[in-house]
T-cell receptor, first 113, second 113 residues
Framework: DGGITQSPKYLFRKEGQNVTLSCEQNLNHDAMYWYRQDPGQGLRLIYYSQIVNDFQKGDIAEGYSVSREKKESFPLTVTSAQKNPTAFYLC????????????FGEGSRLTVL | GESVGLHLPTLSVQEGDNSIINCAYSNSASDYFIWYKQESGKGPQFIIDIRSNMDKRQGQRVTVLLNKTVKHLSLQIAATQPGDSAVYFCAEGLSGGYNKLIFGAGTRLAVHP
């Protein structure tokens, strides 16, 4: 079945460590996104990519990095520079234009110990 | 900045009743609106969307109403079922360019038997 797969679902990290969250899609979508979700708040955009080998910062990119070497993959690295990394991370994909539905993965919950 | 908000953070309804979840948006230029449902620990799922050239759109047991005059969006769920219990997000976006959606904080819908 077509969809978006995020892994791992749960991840624990010690302070000072980098961690990479995986996101793979087989929907043949050009655009991919990473959102962060905190309790009681809406989704906030971290990074997005409209095409392979290109990506743009979202609203809260500091402390994060991404790559888009393949159309199907958009991994997110949470670096030690991110001051408050404990959150639920959601990856999404879409066809970029016109504005339309985002398809979301099941999320990855990162906890910093 | 531009934002999407919700009037009611929590809505409790009896099974079988109709539910109405409201949302206010601030960007009068937004021309695409979407409702997502998110169950605990999962990624958001598309419910229904509407473009600014429409006032109403119906799906299966759901109806979205758009009032551009007062910049208000609502989601109506008919004959609410226990499986409808979740957090519901509205989001606004702009056609043209990449698919950047701005999400509200969400409303929790609790359905009681």
């Amino acid at each position: 079945d077509g969809g978006i797969t995020q892994s791992p679902k749960y991840l624990f990290r010690k302070e000072g460590q980098n961690v990479t969250l995986s996101c793979e899609q087989n929907l043949n979508h050009d655009a991919m996104y990473w959102y962060r979700q905190d309790p009681g708040q809406g989704l906030r955009l971290i990074y997005y990519s409209q095409i392979v080998n290109d990506f743009q910062k979202g609203d809260i990119a500091e402390g994060y990095s991404v790559s888009r070497e393949k159309k199907e993959s958009f991994p997110l690295t949470v670096t030690s520079a991110q001051k408050n990394p404990t959150a639920f991370y959601l990856c999404a994909s879409s066809n970029p234009t016109p504005a339309g539905e985002l398809f979301f993965g099941e999320g990855s919950r990162l906890t910093v110990l | 900045g531009e934002s999407v908000g919700l009037h009611l953070p929590t809505l409790s309804v009896q099974e079988g009743d109709n539910s109405i979840i409201n949302c206010a948006y601030s960007n009068s230029a937004s021309d695409y609106f979407i409702w997502y449902k998110q169950e605990s620990g999962k990624g958001p799922q598309f419910i229904i969307d509407i473009r600014s050239n429409m006032d109403k759109r119906q799906g299966q047991r759901v109806t979205v109403l758009l009032n551009k005059t007062v910049k208000h969006l609502s989601l109506q769920i008919a004959a609410t079922q226990p499986g409808d219990s979740a957090v519901y997000f509205c989001a606004e976006g702009l056609s043209g360019g990449y698919n950047k959606l701005i999400f509200g904080a969400g409303t929790r819908l609790a359905v009681h038997p």
